[in-house]
């Protein structure tokens, strides 16, 4: 059969069914939650616009998570 004929699936079907850039399964994107240091469990409130990996952890200085 040739393609385009109309028996198939409409071109295009997936689009728009992604989940976003990281997965868009993470809490990251909203305003709650808590920044958390992977090698000593600290853990700091999440400011908005501030993401976790630029945020220091206060005990040993390493670069925080997003819980």
Known sequence: MPLGDGT???QGSARGQG?????GNKQG???????ICPGCGASVA?????????????KCGMRMVRK
């Open 19 to 23: 989940r976003g850039r990281m997965g």
């Open 46 to 58: 999440h400011q908005v616009g501030v993401p976790c990996y630029s945020v220091k952890c206060p």
């Open 8 to 10: 198939g699936p409409p």
């Open 29 to 35: 994107a909203g305003s709650g939650g808590n920044c």
